[in-house]
């Protein structure tokens, strides 16, 4: 007796089954879902918005590491021992990596350089009009600050230069925006959560038959979540895939082909926007499904 | 198989007790209809049995496992070795018969082969071979029990619990469902089948367990419906197990309460085709 009735407790459903009980649900829903999915896309799309803003900060952040430094003006009539000495002072500052001399003859070349693009600039200014410089780079280029409080007003040094203060009108934008968007995100995944909840009671009430039965008939309680918890996941998964492809939009026409063409600071890669494509996938099935597992624990009663 | 010690059961709200104090011991393989007037405690009794209440006091055993004390996880385990038929049959109206019966097969996680092999023969054994496809809505009321207990049956459970099975059904259609769960009975499961058919119970002559307001009040080996009607005229010999049941048609009209009392059974038809 019982040959056939001895199982083990834990067996799941197979996947043909349960994808039939998914796809009913999912259809008998589907506005619902479809609320869900639009919701959860706007939640992903923005926290992918807010990791590609950071993704930014840090392309510029490198991009500074390598070009911008501290700049010290020196006036014209330094001694050279009164150089030589100022010189030898920065080499012992552990927050310099390095200084470097540059004539009032190299300084005006560098300058016409950067200003090639605009003739009328450089012809403004003559090559004894600007002074002589030493050029540090810095062991962190966030201690900026520091070395201007340090070196200005020394003697010989006409004014301490930070090209670095001149980006925190755009890092302070750039700030703004990522915060702008990870509170976004946060206002949309409680609107997804709230949807999802809502959801879910619907989703109950539509299956209560086929969830009676199968306590009835013995399926484990995971068996009987599964449905909805794998409803919910597909939302997020949808959600996730539609927010990954506003990403690459967002890359492929705003970035490259707006931004590209408006600065000259250099802007993030693709690399950045597959790896915040996986955290938004990720990110959505995952925060459904356990969205999901809540709200069972307050409309399924196994 | 079941052993009931001093069995109560308080529903939270309910103003007097649904059980008081019953005892009784069912052994395996054995038929027992449950009798006793509206309210006098049988489903109860029977959801005890399946863990969809908890006894107040006392103890419930099913198959050498104390009920109450079954963590939640493991209840589905008790439920897949108690089976339940009711009154108002409760089939998915979406499904075909053959998928109604296939779905208790496939939310426990049974294979492929085991679900394609197993409910074609069980549609045989309830007579529904050649109405797998229909749907419910499209098979009369016999039927439908039918596959309820088909559904029932396939996991092939040790006990079977059937609440009112013949409530909705006319007389000579409740004795159909009662030779199908005679049949099912004899295939070595034992049945617990609470009625208010007094035709039935004289007629097969079990055994009868009688409820009134709570209280076990009778426990009789080949009992009838009435503890009050005439005794049988020959000695009380219980039928062989393999008697068939009565061909006499019962004067008294089944199906006294009415379907469905707290659950997602109301509505009528299908909501739409899937297969
Ligand atoms: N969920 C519940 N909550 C409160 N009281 C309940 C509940 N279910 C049943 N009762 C009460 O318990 C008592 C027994 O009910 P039960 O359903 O077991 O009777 P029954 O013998 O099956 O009746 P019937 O023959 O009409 O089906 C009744 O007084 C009923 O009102
Ligand atoms: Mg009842």
Redo the contacts with the bound molecule.
């Keep these: 007796m019982g040959g056939a009735g001895a199982q083990r407790p834990g067996r799941l459903m197979r996947p043909g089954p349960l994808a039939s009980l998914l796809w009913t649900g999912l259809r008998r829903n589907l506005a619902m879902t479809g609320a869900v999915i639009v919701t959860v896309t706007i939640c992903l799309a923005m926290l992918g918005a807010g990791l590609l803003l950071r993704a930014q900060v840090h392309t510029i952040d490198g991009f500074l590491l390598d070009q911008i430094e501290v700049v010290v003006d020196l006036s014209d009539g330094i001694t050279p021992a009164e150089r030589s000495a100022l010189e030898a002072e920065m080499r012992r500052d552990p927050l310099i990596a390095g200084v470097r001399y540059e004539t009032k003859k190299q300084v005006y070349e560098r300058f016409r350089r950067d200003f090639r693009g605009s003739p009328d600039v450089v012809a403004g200014v003559g090559p004894e009009d600007l002074p002589a410089a030493l050029r540090l780079t810095l062991a962190d280029p966030r201690a900026s600050r520091d070395i201007v409080v340090t070196y200005t007003g020394l003697d010989g040094v006409e004014a301490v230069r930070d090209q670095r203060a001149l980006l925190d009108p755009l890092y302070r934008f750039l700030d703004a925006f990522t915060v702008g968007a990870f509170t976004l995100a946060a206002v949309q995944a409680l609107a997804s959560f709230a949807l999802i909840y809502t959801m879910i009671r619907i989703s109950a009430h539509g299956r209560r038959r086929e969830t009676a039965i199968m306590k009835l008939v013995g399926a484990s309680n995971g068996t009987i979540r599964a449905p909805f918890v794998l409803e919910s996941a597909v939302a997020g998964l949808v959600g996730g895939l539609l927010a990954a492809g506003v990403l690459v939009a967002a890359k492929v026409f705003l970035v490259d082909g707006q931004f590209a063409r408006q600065t000259m600071f250099p802007l993030f890669g693709w690399a950045p926007v597959w790896e915040s494509a996986v955290v938004v996938l990720a990110a959505g099935m995952l925060a459904a499904a356990v969205m999901a597992s809540i709200a069972l624990r307050r409309h399924l009663r196994v | 198989m079941i052993v009931l010690s001093s069995v109560s ?1 308080r ?9 008081i104090d019953v005892s009784a011991e069912i052994g395996a393989g054995e038929f027992v209809f449950l009798v ?12 005890l049995l399946l863990r969809e ?1 908890r006894a107040t006091s006392g103890q419930v055993i099913v198959a050498g496992r104390d009920v109450a004390r079954i963590a939640d996880r493991r209840v589905p385990q008790l439920r897949r070795i108690v089976g339940c038929v009711f ?1 108002d049959f409760r089939l998915l109206p979406n499904r075909t018969v053959a998928a109604n019966v296939a779905f208790a097969l496939d939310v426990v996680g049974r294979p492929r082969h085991v679900v394609r092999s197993v409910v074609p023969e069980v549609l045989e054994l309830v007579g529904l071979g050649e109405k797998a496809d229909r749907y419910p809505d499209e098979l009369s009321g016999g039927e439908q029990q039918r596959v309820a207990i088909a559904r029932a049956f396939v996991g092939r459970p040790r006990v079977l619990l059937a ?2 099975p013949t409530g909705n059904l006319d007389p000579t259609t409740s004795i159909e469902i009662m030779s199908l769960l005679d049949a099912v009975h004899r295939a070595g499961t034992t049945v617990i089948m ?1 009625t ?1 058919n007094a035709s039935l119970v004289d007629a097969m002559r079990r055994r009868v367990l009688e ?1 009134g307001d ?1 209280a076990l009040i009778r426990d009789e080996a080949g009992g009838r419906y009435d503890q009050t009607a005439p005794q049988p005229l020959q000695p009380s010999t219980s039928p062989p197990p393999s008697a068939s049941p009565p061909g006499v048609v019962p004067a008294q009209p089944a199906g ?2 009415p379907a469905g ?2 659950s997602p059974w109301a509505a009528p038809a299908r909501s739409g085709p899937v297969g």
């Excluded at chain 2, 529903?11 to 059980?19: K, M």
Aim: proline share 9%; glycine share 14%.
């Design positions: 059961k529903y939270p709200n309910g103003a007097r007790p649904a059980l006793g007037p509206s309210g006098s405690g049988k489903s109860t009794l029977l959801r209440e009154q609440d009112e609470a208010h409820l709570g006294t309460a009392e707290h």
